[in-house]
């Protein structure tokens, strides 16, 4: 990795890039520390003190900014979440799917349709916050006017962030909202460090302190290893191409490979089991509703995840069991609608290609759904240990950090993908100079 970015600073483009990247960088963490009119910081650092595990998923992906209580408390979950519902869509819309397929024009449409869902989710978003923030006595005053304010400010942050990070995808380095995401995780993580160094090394016996940042490290990189394999890991299903005559010509008869990844849905099923889960937590703390004894409100302890693997109370770490299950649902619906077998079988028959010992059409379709189905049970499995073994530390050991399974996977997925993009950026002007001589 080292080696690649120094390489890519040789590159005077490349060099330009980087730079335009990190200032854009910059621009997101003075954003993040920018308050918002009328909102009452104290309030909300009161609310964080009382209630910050509830919270702390959604203060780790804003990078602190819901916290303070920025114009970016918002982020970018707004284009994320557009960006999901329009993939979805696609699938039940034909003309979207359409688009899709249009080549670079439709998906500049497709881009453009994003941007507005992603506005509109903005205003929906803000308004409700603004009035549960009224309500609440988060504002300093309760009228028309701060509650304008407020979803002007959190509307355009977020719209802001959305802008940002489409230009670092056109002028920068790597996807540029995934950029956006890892700052965020990234800006946390110094803290959490901080206060797992205070909580079970500091103060400690060099011994007891040695071994528990021996056992801290080797946590994380455990995860990051698997995280690494999970991202790298494919099963390659061999093709063959009949031959074909064409004038005077063979053609055909090459060899080539399907490959299918092991975690085909990427974070997308943690996100989504997590926000499923989370979302009822969150509103109900910020409307001061996590009190009582009542069933219901022991459900809503069941699926905190401070609450999970308590050794008090084991009763509430079914909420994981269903978590882990979420992320396995949730794997193989989203691989289902991005994955079409029946799509691949007959472009294969098309192209004259076809899987040895497997006969063309629906016989490849099923053994393709067949090998998919056992590699997405791999990947979820791989996905929910990584994503549930920071909720056990934390439950077990009475640890607080926001960052966890779902950040890992979502940094080393971006870093990962970005370094790929900048050894083909390098690998393109390489051969521009081999032909230029």
Do not use: H
Not at 14 to 38: C, D, E, H
Not at 69 to 78: E, G, V
Not at 193 to 222: D, N, P, R, Y
Not at 410 to 435: A, P
Request: proline share 3%; with cysteine; charged share 15%.
């Amino acid at each position: 990795m080292l080696e690649t970015l120094r390489n890519a600073f040789k590159i005077k483009d490349l060099r330009k890039r980087i730079g335009f990247t990190f200032l854009m960088l910059i621009v997101v963490r003075i954003g993040s520390q920018l308050p918002i009119p009328g909102v009452d910081p104290d309030v909300f650092s009161q609310l964080f003190a009382n209630n910050g595990d509830a919270l702390n998923f959604f203060d780790a992906i804003t990078g602190g900014s819901f916290e303070n209580m920025s114009i970016f408390a918002l982020n970018i979950t707004p284009y994320i979440t557009s960006s999901i519902i329009i993939q979805l869509l696609t699938i039940a819309f034909p003309k979207l799917e359409e688009m899709q397929r249009d080549g670079e024009q439709g998906r500049k449409k497709i881009t453009q349709i994003t941007r507005y869902v992603t506005v509109g989710l903005a205003i929906i978003q803000s308004v409700a916050m603004a009035i549960g923030f009224g309500r609440s006595g988060y504002l300093t005053e309760f009228n028309a006017l701060y509650v304008i304010m407020t979803v002007a400010a959190l509307t355009a942050g977020s719209s802001v962030l959305m802008w940002i990070g489409e230009r670092i995808t056109e002028k920068g380095i790597g996807n540029g909202i995934s950029i956006v995401l890892v700052i965020n995780i990234l800006s946390r993580i110094p803290s959490d460090l901080t206060s797992l160094f205070e909580q079970f090394i500091s103060g400690k016996t060099i011994a007891k302190g040695t071994l528990a940042g021996v056992i801290i490290a080797a946590i994380i990189v455990a995860m990051v290893v698997l995280v690494v394999f999970l991202q790298g890991a494919e099963r390659r299903i061999p093709v063959q191409y009949s031959k074909k005559i064409q004038g005077k010509r063979q053609v055909g008869g090459a060899n080539s490979v399907i490959p299918m990844k092991v975690n085909t849905a990427g974070v997308i099923p943690v996100i989504f089991a997590q926000s499923l889960l989370q979302t009822p937590v969150i509103i109900c703390t910020l409307l001061g509703k996590t009190g009582g004894t009542s069933f219901w409100y022991k459900i809503l302890r069941g699926m905190s995840q401070s609450n999970w693997f308590d050794p008090d109370n084991w009763i509430y770490t079914i909420g994981a069991v269903v978590y882990v299950l979420l992320i396995i649902g949730f794997a193989y619906f989203y691989t289902s609608i991005t994955f079409n077998p029946l799509e691949i079988a007959d472009n294969l028959k098309k192209q004259g290609g076809s899987i040895p010992g497997i006969r063309s059409g629906k016989p490849t379709s099923d053994y393709l759904q067949a090998v998919l189905n056992n590699i997405i049970f791999i990947g979820a499995i791989g996905l929910s240990i990584v994503a549930i073994i920071p909720i056990v530390f934390n439950g077990l050991f009475g640890a607080n950090v926001s960052f966890g399974g779902t950040s890992i996977i979502i940094i080393v997925g971006v870093v990962i993908e970005t370094l790929k993009q900048v050894e083909s950026q390098m690998l393109v002007r390489n051969y521009k100079g081999f032909l230029n001589d």
